[in-house]
Every structure is written in C-alpha cells, then in structure tokens.
C-alpha cells in the first residue's frame, strides 16, 4: 500500500518525473560505462598470477638481458620454471592494425599461463613448427584468420618480413583473459638475428619465472637481483601484478580524468532529483500542512518525501543499469583494440545501485526538512 502511494505521488507530474527518470538513466548508463572503462585498464592486473615474477633489464624494458641468465636462475631456491622472451613489435599490414606480439619460448611460456587453453592438437603443432604462431580467438576473429593461415608481419624492432604460419588458436579459461595477442618462437626470431644481426642474438627482453609458493615473492625477487648485481645487465625483479601496475601508472592522469569527470555526471544528476523533488514539495505544501494538523509525525512526512525520491532514482537507476549491457557491447565492438577485455562486472552494477540510492536519499532530505518545518498556518496561507 505505501509503495503505491509513493509511486502515485512520484507521477503527479508525469512529464517532469518522466524526464527526471530519463536523465537518472543516462546519468547511471555513464557512470558505468566510464567505471567499465577503468576496469579495463586494470585487466591486466586483475590477470596477474600471484605465483609468476617478471625479470627485466633495471635500466628499462627496452634494453635486452643476456639469454644465459636463464640457467642461473633456475638454479636459485623457489624457482620452478624460467621463460623469456621479447616484445617483437611487428606492424600486419598497416600500423592501423596494432596489436601486441611477442617472441617467447613457447613451452614454458604456456607451461606459465595455463590460462591460455589450446586444443592439443594445435598445441602440438604449434610446438614442432619453428615458424608457427599463436593467437587469441578475438585477434583471429578480427583478421578472419584461420588455423593453416600465412600471417605476415613487419619489423619495426627487427627490420624485415617476418613470416608465419598460425599453427593454433587460444581462448581464455575466462572472461578477463586478453585474446587478442600473438606469440611465436623465440628460436625463429633468434636463428635470424643470427644471421642478420649477431650482437644482436642470445639475448631477451624479459624473464617469467614460476614460483613455488607465492609468499616468497619478494625473497626470490631479491635473490634474482642480487645474483646480477653490479653486472654489465642488473636486473629488476617484480610480481606480475607490480609490472602491470606499471604500465597502469603511466595512464594515471587520463584515469584519474575519467574518475573525475564520473563524479561530475552523479553530481549534476544529484542536483536535477533534489530541484525535481524540492518542486514537487513546494507544489504541495498545503498538503503536508494538513498532514502535520492531523498529526502525522516528521518522519512519517519524511519517510514520503524521501521515498517518493527513491521511487524515482531507482526508476531511472535500474533502467540505466538495463541499458548499460548493449552499450558496453556496443562501445566494446567500436574500440575493442584498445580495451581487449571490456565486462560490466557485478562491482559495477553494485556501485550503479549504491549510487542510486545515495542520490535518491540526498535528493529527499532537503525537501523533507522544509516540509517538516514549515508552520502550518503558514503552509495554509502560502498555497490557498
């Protein structure tokens, strides 16, 4: 009964309400598009293995390690399994077609992402093919690659045509795992290098080191580091997760822009209810004058005024929430390359619903006060 009377009394002016709602579901549509988004450049932090550590040069990422690190490692106390490899950068076609490719040692690199799952057969052949490659479903989907398929790249780091044959196809074991990269032998790019460029042979971009027991992350991390101290290469070992967060780190201003600019969005939504709901209150206060003269108590005044608030936030919050499904589809399908993995999680619609009942209690309260307070006599004389 009282849920009825809140929702009659929300739609006394139904265009008002219905336009109030309208702007509470595009409020709530941005804001979960934008946290969307935020959680996307956290994807790959959210995918880091706590049992995996990342060895690179300590003077930065694009200077190389000596391939004979790799023994020395695997020798130190903790370590289970080393794999390297490089950041190849090659262009398929245009520059417009960008998308991460890497040379890595292909056995114990998957040995370390178990994430990544690959028909065995592919897997297979993947492994005898020097020239084989590997990709992500989303990547293949968008060349219309097929298994067997000739994929061509061009150097940018390692000058030349760099040919391919896409030997397998993987898929995430979940939705957060990025499908969209290319992997093929590190002995391939090496062998060239060989002949092209000696100096520049034997040698990595990173380690990936499997651990035994995630708790001596940071005694291995030192160990590593100590072990080429004051060598021609130092290195710098950390989690996973800490190198992610470092790529994250160099994104932090357009971040903390699309934080700000979502606190914005609920700040002006918050002021559109609160003018809808003081409007409806000074509409009707003969009407609450008559309730306090029949002796109807502040808080059952306020209980009306706030609910007929929250009637319409979560109108306009739900739909929002509806609404943000297709558009994130739709907004994944337009810039899908940039944003590989692009969910609305259930901490977003958490946040989407927390937000709506936040601005509907704040919208409430102003007007609930007025109407508690005004004498009666007065609330008579104002109105009629």
Request: glycine residues 8%.
């Amino acid at each position: 009964m009282i849920f009825k009377i809140l929702y009659r009394n929300a739609f006394r002016h139904k265009l008002r309400t219905f336009l109030t709602v309208s702007g509470m579901a595009v409020a709530v549509l941005a804001f979960g598009l934008l946290h969307t988004v935020i959680e996307a450049w956290y994807a790959g932090v959210e995918a880091s293995s706590a049992t995996r550590l990342v060895t690179r040069n300590s003077i930065s990422l694009i200077f190389p390690l000596p391939l004979a690190y790799r023994d020395t490692i695997r020798h130190i106390e903790g370590v289970m399994v080393v794999s390297s490899g490089n950041w190849f950068g090659g262009i398929y076609i245009d520059r417009k077609n960008f998308f991460a490719n890497f040379a890595v040692e292909p056995e114990s690199y998957l040995d370390l992402y178990p994430e990544y799952v690959i028909p065995d057969d592919q897997r297979m052949r993947f492994m005898r093919d020097r020239r084989g490659c590997l990709a992500g479903k989303k990547l293949a989907e968008r060349f219309g690659w097929s298994v067997g398929d000739t994929i061509t790249l061009t150097g940018t780091l390692f000058p030349g045509k760099w040919d391919f044959i896409l030997s397998a196809v993987y898929e995430g074991s979940d939705k957060n795992i990025d499908e969209t990269l290319f992997f093929f032998h590190w002995d391939y790019l090496n062998e060239s290098l060989k002949k092209q460029a000696p100096l520049s042979s034997d040698q990595v971009g990173f380690y990936i080191i499997g651990i035994k027991n995630p708790y001596m992350a940071a005694r291995i991390s030192e160990a590593v580091d100590a072990t080429f101290k004051n060598s021609l290469a130092e290195t710098r070992t950390e989690t996973e997760k800490a190198f992610q967060l470092g790529f994250v780190a160099m994104s932090e201003t357009i971040i903390k822009a699309i934080q700000l600019v979502s606190l914005v969005v609920i700040f002006i939504i918050l002021a559109v209810v609160a003018n809808t709901m003081g409007m409806s209150v000074r509409e009707r206060i003969r009407e609450f004058a008559v309730f306090k003269t029949l002796g109807f108590r502040a808080w059952q005044i306020s209980f009306l005024i706030i609910g007929e608030s929250m009637v319409i936030t979560i109108l306009g919050g739900v739909t929002g929430m509806l609404l943000t499904f297709p558009a994130a589809k739709e907004f994944s399908s337009a810039v899908g390359r940039f944003f590989p993995v692009f969910n609305i999680t259930w901490q977003t619609m958490c946040m989407d619903f927390a937000v709506t009942v936040i601005v509907g209690v704040i919208a409430g309260i102003v007007p609930a006060y007025r109407a508690v307070t005004v004498n009666i006599t007065e609330g008579f004389r104002r109105i009629g």
